[in-house]
């Protein structure tokens, strides 16, 4: 089985105090996906399936203001973060229905 999935996002944020750090974002994304079954006989299954995704920042992410932890530590965002690709492969095999041995591979781009 293949599945596509189109997706088109788009972000605005006005930092008042301080402009140069105003951002907006328009992406268009593709993310294909796939998936294989191999079922030899009834007591040996193999299959894989390849997906690909989005994780995006959050609001408080982007939030370039520092917040003061205390008297000596703050925390202070990016407002530039990029959207994080991510792509997932799993195999697995499955013995008589009962054992269960899987692979998984997760590859993020962009990672923050």
């Known amino acids: 089985m293949i599945g596509l999935r189109l997706e088109y996002t788009s ?3 006005d930092v008042k105090e301080g402009p140069e750090q105003n951002f907006s974002r328009h992406n268009l994304n ?3 996906s796939a998936s294989l079954n191999f079922t030899p006989d009834q007591d040996n299954n193999l299959s894989l399936s390849v997906s690909s995704g989005i994780r995006r920042p959050e609001f408080t992410q ?7 932890i205390s008297e000596t530590s703050y ?12 792509y997932n492969i799993n195999l697995t095999y499955t013995l008589t229905s009962k054992y269960i041995l899987q692979f998984y591979q997760f590859i993020g781009k962009n990672s923050w």
């Open 11 to 13: 972000g605005k944020g």
């Open 75 to 86: 925390r202070e965002n990016n407002p530039f973060l990029k959207n994080m690709k991510t």
């Open 62 to 68: 982007l939030n370039p203001f520092r917040v003061y």
């Open 30 to 32: 593709v993310f294909p």
